[in-house]
């Protein structure tokens, strides 16, 4: 598609335009092509000249290219770290938290750095933190997970016993519901590190909480299931039974290896598509019963409470999803030219099925192409291609999955719901693009319709 | 449970498809897995079913046998909820799990049930379940004088909060959007069941050592008596209490029917999907003003405000969502 944008433009060349510089010979090309800005070339053949006409006119470089300095010297040798880190150039990229959201750091929350992630598997040392009670540090050899309740033979099992078992590996997201919560009032943040940052991506094994409930005798009556953690608050929720007997995961790893402390070391329940809240840390144990805990985690916290003043509870899945990752606040745009959107889609509910990119708020949108595997109730990415005129935008991506659920705007969740929910807030989010112009030339704002 | 819901949802979803799924009868979508599976979701995503909405959350509340209530039938009022019979691939794949054959892999060791105590057994449920045999309490007074030494430096001497930590009780009454910020959720106006403040308190405070022996069980209830109390819940079941009052867990079922009646009416099931949006503005198309900025059609959006001096943004950090 790069290639035959650009053909498109040669082909749309003036006299005037050859001498201006890349971008602003570009902006011209589209300019000549009757004002359409997100102009989509007919197909035509690879042309090499045609390909780097965008470069014609570009100052050249032509000093020799200097020796780069690592050339001189030895590099460092095997195992001098027994455990990788990333390179110390990357040392900026870091889960974060705003000191204002949360009392302390105990019961607390940092987010995934959103716009220096690639693909759709979250790093382990860049996965969102969300503790209820301090980071509790388990030896393995002691941990214990108890099944009782409804169930014929309550059990328990070593960590040693639980490998044992059958495994799957799947690649979920998982998401805090209070994911957004700051931006029911109006914008608040201006990085997608803080609107979308308490989520991450991440390929999580272990077995099947299905067969753990069978192995010890399940009632096929029982109607919940109840996980505590063994964390200092004793993380509790209430899973209803088809949730926990469909894909729920009883997991020991995360990308390939133990769980980090931070995500429940040394197991933790997954609930594919539910909120993160669910996926309680250091299982240590499964009630089976035929009534729900009502726990404060799922009553006066994790529920939402609507602008005529009544609540919802239970609202255990995180609805279709999407945000464009870049351009984005933690950017500038440096001129019109060619740009590349890229973002994250997902939904509790399934697969993503398509992402349509708006520049106008939403009056036309454009298909993105979706450029990473397509996933049940994971990470999918996109990206859309565009050449920016320089005006001003209103950036939006809007994600459809297999359900046909459609991502909605803000002022059509407020409309149903107020701006008091705090939790599951999924409406499409709005980078402002400045005009070139402009006093603020490429700057990006988070802005809110 | 799941042989009865399958019926009921088959018949829901061949209710649902009625002209696309020509020829099925209540027992019909059932070739693959994966046919199965693409069966319901054409039947969520089709607007000729259902129309332009799933249905209205009062629509849901009342109506349990909805495709899209997650309210179940008898218990509307939200004491139980479930995945909405519309969800035919969750019930197909947990179906087929509880009832695919289990032969025992014999990794587990056995325990009873009477092994699984204190700590182990800290999850007081909504009905009652585990909670402390009646008599085991005390008064409120006491209450008072444990919340003062080890409560009350967070949450306040009268519970009403210190800074980042919230208040426990009072707040205000309306809990309706006014634009303004959010009202303070509190056990007067909010928390559903008071059983959960009990289960709470003992399972995760004081924040720094829970179930904190010197308290005990009954050291818990007083405390919740108290916090009760403090929080204007004075009458209970048609009692008056007062500081002499013993509180133990006969007590607390009773409060928590009160409080069930005056904060869990409020409550409902999650009644999504009932907000979403549509696939327009594609190929030429233009998207319904509704659905294109601020609802209406126009570009009118809020912003952060600009710092006069820097000119950048000057987010509104110090609002607490």
């Known amino acids: 598609m790069t290639d035959q944008n650009i053909e498109h433009k040669v082909a749309q060349q003036t006299p005037e335009s050859a001498t201006q510089t890349r971008r602003a010979f570009l902006k011209g090309g589209v300019a000549v092509a009757g004002g359409v800005m997100f102009s989509q070339a007919a197909s035509a053949g690879y042309d090499p000249k045609a390909a780097v006409a965008g470069y014609e006119g570009q100052k050249e470089i032509t000093d020799p290219l200097a020796r780069p300095v690592e050339r001189n010297k030895l590099g460092y040798g095997v195992r001098t770290y027994p455990y990788g880190m990333p390179s110390k150039y990357e040392d900026h990229v870091q889960r974060r938290t705003l000191d204002w959201l949360t009392p302390d750091t105990y019961a607390s929350i940092t987010m995934s750095p959103l716009h220096q992630l690639h693909g759709i598997i979250t790093p382990n040392g860049l996965h969102f933190e969300r503790y209820h009670g301090g980071m509790p540090e388990i030896d393995p050899k002691e941990h214990k997970l108890v099944i009782h309740g409804l169930v014929e033979r309550p059990l328990v099992f070593t960590m040693e016993d639980l490998k044992k078992f059958p495994a799957v590996s799947r690649i979920h997201f998982i998401e805090c519901p209070a994911n957004g919560a700051m931006e029911w009032k109006g914008v608040q943040v201006d990085s997608v590190q803080w609107t979308h940052g308490m989520m991450s991506c991440s390929e999580w094994t272990g077995v099947k909480l299905s067969t753990l409930l069978k192995e010890a005798g399940v009632d096929p009556k029982a109607s919940w299931v109840i996980p505590e953690g063994s964390d200092a608050s004793a993380m509790s929720r209430s899973i209803p039974m088809e949730i926990a007997m469909d894909d729920t995961i009883v997991a020991w790893a995360q990308n390939g290896e133990a769980l980090r402390n931070e995500q429940g070391y040394p197991i933790r329940l997954v609930p594919p598509g539910c909120e993160g809240n669910m996926w309680v840390k250091h299982l240590r144990r499964l009630y089976v019963t035929n009534e729900p805990l009502q726990h404060r985690e799922e009553t006066s916290k994790y529920s939402e409470l609507y602008g005529d003043g009544s609540a919802v509870r239970f609202s255990w899945v995180n609805e279709c999803n999407s945000v464009i990752t870049y351009p984005s606040p933690d950017f500038k745009m440096d001129g019109p030219g060619r740009y590349v959107v890229k973002g994250i889609a997902y939904s509790g509910r399934g697969k993503i099925k398509n992402v349509d990119i708006t520049m106008d708020g939403g009056r036309t949108y454009h298909e993105a192409t979706l450029t990473s595997h397509v996933l049940d109730k994971a990470w999918t990415r996109f990206e859309y291609e565009f050449d920016w005129d320089g005006s001003e935008l209103f950036l939006q991506s809007r994600a459809t999955d297999e359900t046909g659920y459609t991502q909605p705007q803000a002022p059509q969740l407020r409309e149903k719901r107020g701006t008091n929910p705090v939790y599951h807030r999924n409406a499409m989010v709005t980078w402002r693009v400045h005009a070139w112009n402009s006093d603020r030339a490429g700057v990006i704002d988070n802005v809110q319709f | ?321």
């Open chain 2, 1 to 321: 449970m799941f042989n009865s819901k399958k019926t009921m949802i088959a018949g829901l979803v061949a209710l649902a498809a009625g002209a696309t799924l020509t020829g099925c009868n209540e027992t019909a979508p059932k070739a693959s897995a994966a046919e199965a599976s693409d069966v319901s979701r054409i039947a969520y995503l089709d607007p000729a079913i259902h129309g332009d909405k799933f249905g209205t959350r009062e629509e849901k509340r009342n109506n349990p046998d909805h495709p899209y209530s997650s309210e179940v039938a008898g218990e509307t009022g939200s004491d139980q909820c479930r995945t909405p019979s519309g969800f035919t691939e969750v019930w197909d794949s947990a179906e087929k799990h509880m009832n695919s054959a289990h032969s025992t892999y014999g990794y587990g060791q056995p325990i009873s049930e009477s092994a699984i105590t204190g700590d182990w057994r800290l999850s007081a449920l909504g009905d009652g379940t585990n909670l402390p045999p009646e008599g085991v309490g005390d008064t409120i007074a006491r209450g008072e004088e444990l919340f003062q030494m080890y409560c009350a430096a967070c949450h306040g001497e009268f519970a009403e909060g210190n800074g980042h930590y919230l208040p426990l009780a009072g707040g205000p009454t309306d809990m309706t959007d006014n634009g303004g910020p959010m009202p303070v959720k509190t056990i007067s106006n909010y928390w559903p069941y008071a059983i959960s403040w009990f289960d709470y308190a003992r399972r995760a405070m004081p924040f720094f050592q829970p179930n904190h022996p010197d308290i005990g069980d009954a050291g818990y209830l007083a405390i919740t008596g108290w916090v009760a109390y403090t929080g204007g819940y004075t009458t209970i079941d048609g009692q008056e209490i007062d500081e002499d009052t013993f509180f133990d867990s006969k007590l607390l079922v009773k409060l928590n029917e009160e409080v069930k009646a005056k904060n869990n009416v409020n409550y409902f099931c999650d009644p999504r999907p009932e907000v979403h949006n549509v696939r327009c503005g594609l190929n030429g198309d233009k998207c319904p003003d509704a659905v294109v900025g601020n609802g209406k059609g126009e570009i009118k959006f809020k912003e952060a405000l600009i710092n006069p001096v820097t000119g950048l943004p000057q987010y509104n950090t110090n609002q607490r969502p």
